[in-house]
Nanobody
Framework: QVQLVESGGGLVQAGGSLRLSCAASGRFLKINDMAWYRRAPGKQRELVAIITRSHTTNYADSVKGRFTVSRDNAKNTVSLQMNSLKPEDTAVYYC??????????????WGQGTQVTVSS
């Protein structure tokens, strides 16, 4: 089992920056991919950024050049630096990871979500 705890959401003006952090804890062998998703009001959840254990990254087109995902494998943490924020970035942001257990099984886990609100 893996528990994900997010922090860093809040209210910011358009053009501003926020940094989200997520820490994984629990019983697992290793964390594979880590990602950030978001769900805006009235919309489906979408992938924002993903980072592999070897630090390969991929981003949604809407955030490329503005958001940066990073991770620390030793601490089992993932962060999302969000710059040049826009009102359309307003959403609940969720941390996600794929973890391998001691029995070699893998599963996906989710954080509780953190609200990001960008005012115009």
């Amino acid at each position: 089992q893996v528990q994900l705890v997010e922090s860093g959401g809040g209210l910011v003006q358009a053009g501003g920056s926020l940094r989200l952090s997520c820490a994984a804890s629990g019983r697992f062998l290793k964390i594979n991919d880590m990602a950030w998703y978001r769900r805006a009001p009235g919309k489906q959840r979408e992938l924002v950024a993903i980072i592999t254990r070897s630090h390969t990254t991929n981003y949604a087109d809407s955030v490329k050049g503005r958001f940066t995902v990073s991770r620390d494998n030793a601490k089992n943490t993932v962060s999302l630096q969000m710059n040049s924020l826009k009102p359309e970035d307003t959403a609940v942001y969720y941390c996600n990871c794929n973890a391998e257990g001691w029995d070699s099984s893998t599963d996906d886990y989710w954080g509780q979500g953190t609200q990001v609100t960008v005012s115009s």
